[in-house]
């Protein structure tokens, strides 16, 4: 099985709602450093996984939507806990989607799975996975 | 599948017995940079994998048990070699006996595997996976 | 010139006035990786810059006034562009003042200078450096 | 199931043939650097995975054949995109015959499974993992 | 004190000439993550260093001009050795240069130095510190 | 001002007397990533502050008298505590002896400092800062 993965980052703003969060509760803020990884059992005739490049742009835009924002004010996400491990789904969901819409390029039709994890400190991560 | 992942580290003193461990027979030591992920299947009703407060302090105390000890004087690990990869399935073990018992939660009952990685240096790191 | 460095981290919430700043006059966040260095000429007694688990220890009581807040609404800040740069100064101050009154144990009146810098992304640092 | 990883790292230039590659079509360089993982079920009776000290020189043995190259000149690599994807590949099964072979000992012989990775940048990387 | 990192990476070949320099004599090539600081004495109106959407910029386009590159065909470097530490050099004055151009905007005329640090590998770096 | 730097790491146990050190009275141990960086002004005839190979082997030559050892049965540490601050001017002195002896060849007699980083965890290093 092969795998590329590229790295970004997001800056937002949120707060939790139930016991289990104690100070995060309050609005605070947080750093996500964010790893996509693509996976596919061959290679395409070009030698590779995915078009670096596409992958970057894509996962750049896809977090340009979270971007500098407050996520409590955000109708995707009412009445959600944005917590990191919700937070590496959506991400997740939505390279997916776009993937399947072809913004990876036709190549990207082979791809097996995607991984996103996020990092929201030097001490703590979160990572969903999914098939595609 | 999700995951979360939480860090911590421990220095402890150990020498080992074969030759295959060459110069590292000897009395030495090593910082174990420690990481702990916790996998599930579906995410709680507060959208996590499990209390992060808790993994962080769970791994600490199992950590302590270990901490600032010469391997060699332990009963545990009598006649064992405490090699990093078995110390990552010790620590793995233990972190999963403290889930059994509830220590991280109701909704850690859900978790559906544990992995324990030790760095042992910017060029070595040892893991352990298991099932819950 | 000897020197010691212990890490922790702060997640805040706070939006920025200025054109200067783009998106991030929007509210969003951060999490800061936050390493505070402590200098000296010479070593004290016990052969150390300063007592670590008392520099670990009041890093984290500094960080605390800030942790899980939205920085917009804390009174010391009023009217304030709480960028990266002019907090690594807000901590490095108030460790000064810590040491100064004795926090950092007697042998800390020998440190010269403090260090403070603070990690916003993988991409992006900023620090602070000032007598002591 | 347990791994251990070793990290070394390689300097190759190389040019890609392809529009995906954009000006990474002209002759360019990278630093790879390169973690190959070992999994196996069962410790060894020194309680091991393999002898790190070997697996460490295997691995630096197999980057020697590709360091301070221009891989465009190497005839295995003759009308090939040397891709970091396509170079994992290489790199893991080099090792798998060397694994085969005994130069990681006997009791390698037990291995499961390799995995290599290779980071071109901060922000990149790719992987490739196969059975033993 | 005060300083703002921002980092980005550029990939090149080249070769050395001198029997230090070994297999590196050969065309070969490197990943080098650059880390680029800006210093000054006091902060700006807006309490920043320098705006760090024009550093970030401003350092892309300084590493454009070498990214995938031969160095040894380039003019500006005709019968010169491209080490890491003379590189360190070339992307710091052609910073200060765009600095001292306005490139940077008007704030940073109050810029009292650049360092620019590239990582060639996991184990070697190199920097150089220059007065703006 | 020039410099570079090259890592390695070194495995050691110890203990230490005074009560300010807590549990780490008793013999434990820590893995120590080391840093070694060399300073000069101007660069030699071949462009490099010093034959990187070199420094890399004496370095590691350097961490060899110290490594797989239990540092209170070693004569020259006879009665003194072994923190991390005083070994990092141990290593810089032996690597400054060394450098005065020619072992960095004829060129490193330009060195104007070298400083020694010891990380002993991720969240925590010293440094030790002298001139040649």
Known sequence: ?????????????????????????????ATFVVDATFRRTHLDADNIVVDIGLATQELHAVLGRLNYRNLDDEPDFAGTNTTTEFLAKVIADRLAERAREGALGDGARGLDGITVTLHESHVAWASYERAL
């Open 1 to 29: 099985m092969f795998s590329i993965t590229v790295r970004d980052h997001v800056m937002v703003a949120h707060s939790f709602r139930g016991e289990v969060f104690g100070p995060a509760q309050k609005l605070h803020g």
